[in-house]
């Protein structure tokens, strides 16, 4: 099992925000994601920065650890630009990019440039254009689409990645047209649970939720031929039924951890403590967490 972490982009990089990154590393993460948003929930009218002009930085100071997006969203995203930054974000950090993507909700971001937010369907007809062609164009040097919601005319992406093909896809999903998308375009697959057992049902349950999530990926990959061993399992924490259980201490983690592993999870995501916030949580126990997490599960 990995072990990686959320430092969510709320810090001015003179002010923390660099440290942030470097701890990481040094703690031995895995890898380090962000979320792309243009603001979410609770830190809407808060400090919030972009999320590639972050990993840019982060990539700049950082020379081990991976680095990506938890997730990247139609939303507000066009694959063409998308393409161009991460192509540009890969070389900086030399290949250890993933990019996380999903289809989005309803949030802040559905409605910032003006539109009317997408229906479950719409989000989903999207998000079933967005993925193939961003797999076209960070693995071609030209690429030229007409799609119903998107377009690309002879876009250029040279030199491309450094990771060949591309870089790697950690695609969100749990419907069933999302995860025909991971089995076939992604090299991890992300859940955060099944979000309505958040605010009323049980670990056991959500525990149920995501091992039958699992075994439907299993049957979208048999599908196209594929093996479901192929696909890393990522869990990222903070939306089961759990919340902030896992950080509660270096028992409480492995015990959580140990628990997804047996179900097929191989990526346990956790969130950098951030105070006065959904994600408050003790700085030692993160750091112990960290550093004796997997060892302890191991064990």
């Known amino acids: ?56 930085a982060a990539a700049a100071v950082t020379s081990r650890m991976r680095l990506g997006t938890l997730v990247t969203s139609p939303n507000f995203r066009h694959p063409v630009t ?14 250890r990019i993933t990019l996380g993507i999903g289809a989005g909700g309803n949030g802040f971001d559905a409605t910032a440039l003006g539109q009317e937010p997408w229906t479950p369907r719409e989000r989903a007809d999207h998000f079933g ?22 377009s690309a005319v002879e876009a250029r992406n040279i030199p491309g990645c450094v990771q060949r093909p591309r870089l790697p896809f950690a695609v969100a999903a749990t419907g069933p047209r999302g995860l025909k998308l991971a089995a076939r375009h992604g090299q991890a697959w992300v859940t955060t649970g099944d979000p309505k057992l958040f605010e009323a049902g049980t670990p056991e349950q959500s525990r149920d939720a995501i ?7 299993g049957a979208a990959c048999e599908a196209i031929g594929r093996d479901v061993a192929e696909l890393d399992k990522i869990l990222l924490t903070g939306f089961t039924p759990d919340r902030g259980r896992p950080l509660e201490s270096l028992d409480a983690f ?43 599960l191991a064990g």
């Open 129 to 150: 254009e967005f993925v193939p062609l961003l797999d076209r164009l960070l693995s071609e040097d030209a690429v030229t689409y007409e799609g119903t919601h998107y």
């Open 82 to 95: 998308l393409a161009k930054d991460l192509i540009t974000l890969d070389d900086v950090s030399g290949g």
């Open 1 to 56: 099992m990995r072990l990686s972490t959320v430092i969510l982009p709320v810090r001015r990089w003179q002010e923390g925000g660099r440290e942030q990154w470097l701890r990481a590393e040094n703690l031995g993460f895995h890898t380090a994601y962000t979320y792309d948003h243009l603001s979410w929930r609770s830190f809407r009218d808060t400090t919030w920065f972009g999320a590639v002009p972050t990993l840019t």
């Open 211 to 217: 091992s039958g999530q699992i075994t439907k990926l």
């Open 254 to 296: 492995v015990d959580f951890a140990g628990r997804h592993f047996a179900l097929g999870i191989t990526e346990i995501v956790v969130h950098a403590p951030i105070a006065d916030s959904d994600f408050e949580a003790d700085e030692k126990v993160f750091e112990q967490i960290a550093t004796e997490g997997l060892a302890q």
